[in-house]
């Protein structure tokens, strides 16, 4: 006698064929408020990708002291970005005007295509978006982290997220990753005409212009990290797209936390060196930003002007981030398409 097994209403639908694209970014506090801000901090600086120390050392030095007092001095810088319309973060605003945006220009060219964005860090989490493509149907997913230049402490933790989540599902979906990308074509074109089209808008000419990457301490590069030559390959590629001698287009670091030596030269000491050697006309671009968020808004189009002024500056440009522009949805597109391959039909 044949026995017909009926599968529990959990079940997802078997070969659906549904491909799922989820764009993951750094991450945001859900608000300004002490615990929004503790919790978020609390989640970031507890991934051992980001803080390489003793955990146990570590652990102590960030609940009873960081997190005590820190999460107030960040959610003041947090209230100036804020955007009070939605009461959230930019990063959540722009990482979903990219995810909607994408679904509207490729979802139409293959009906299979469902797009979807998370947050490494806060909400919403990789972990609930995998869940919820899955539960469309999804049996593949592309996991894209918003990382043009790969660093452990970002494309890597994203994936371990992922797999982290994937750990747990005895039905797991398919997983691909985007590699990053610091030297596509489409970027550095976008970030070179970014660059044109910025300055071309103002009535005035920058002496020379600073790449301000996120930085990662010197030891992790050391490592073998390969974050450092990523960075420098990009402003090498938009340099030379520019037409520009070397010292037109300067790389920084920017960004670095506790008292570790990090990536040099770092931003704001040379915006402040700069400014004191008689240069009086600066514009700053962020190109390892896909979106504005607290790092580009608040530190280099706020503190990094003021910094610049105060040593005796007069003209700052911050240049955009890409953003959900639609050269900055071209790169993201081209990395997309490249890495669906074999999935589905784009034309």
Not at 37 to 44: D, H, P, Q, S, T
Request: proline share 7%; hydrophobic share 40%.
């Amino acid at each position: 006698m044949t026995q017909t097994v009926t599968p529990p209403q959990s079940h997802p639908p078997v070969a659906s064929g549904k491909i799922g694209v989820l764009i993951v970014n750094l991450g945001t506090p859900d608000g300004t408020d002490y615990w929004s801000m503790r919790r978020y901090l609390g989640e970031f600086l507890s991934d051992p990708r980001v803080i390489e120390v003793n955990r146990v050392w570590w652990w102590f030095l960030l609940n009873v002291i960081i997190l005590s007092k820190r999460p107030q001095a960040k959610g003041k810088d947090y209230e100036t970005v804020w955007n009070k319309e939605r009461n959230e973060g930019p990063l959540r605003t722009i990482t979903r005007a990219q995810s909607d945006k994408l679904a509207a220009r490729l979802a139409a060219k293959d009906a299979r295509l469902v797009f979807d964005w998370a947050m490494r860090y806060g909400n919403p989490s990789i972990a609930s978006r995998i869940e919820a493509l899955k539960a469309e149907g999804c049996d593949r997913i592309l996991l894209v982290p918003l990382y043009p230049q790969y660093a452990a402490a970002t494309s890597a933790t994203v994936c371990d997220a992922a797999f982290d989540a994937l750990k747990k599902m005895r039905w797991q979906p398919v997983l691909r990753v985007a590699p990053p990308w610091p030297a596509e074509p489409a970027y550095i074109e976008a970030l070179a005409n970014s660059i044109t089209a910025s300055l071309a808008a103002l009535d005035w000419e920058p002496e020379l212009v600073l790449a301000s990457f996120h930085g990662i301490p010197k030891e992790y590069f050391e490592k073998g990290d390969p974050y450092h030559c990523y960075c420098y390959q990009t402003a090498r590629l938009v340099r030379e797209r520019l037409g520009w001698p070397e010292d037109k287009l300067r790389v920084t670091f920017q960004s670095r936390f506790g008292k570790a030596e990090w990536l040099q030269p770092y931003t704001d000491k040379t915006v402040e060196a700069l400014a004191q050697s008689g240069v009086k006309r600066l514009a700053v671009i962020t190109p390892g930003f896909v979106a504005d968020c607290l790092e580009t808004l608040e530190e280099i189009a706020g503190e990094n002007a003021e910094i610049f002024h105060h040593n005796g500056g007069e003209k700052f440009h911050f240049i955009p981030c890409l953003n959900d522009s639609e050269p900055g949805l071209d790169v993201l597109e081209t990395v997309i398409r490249r890495e669906l391959s074999g999935w589905a039909d784009l034309g």
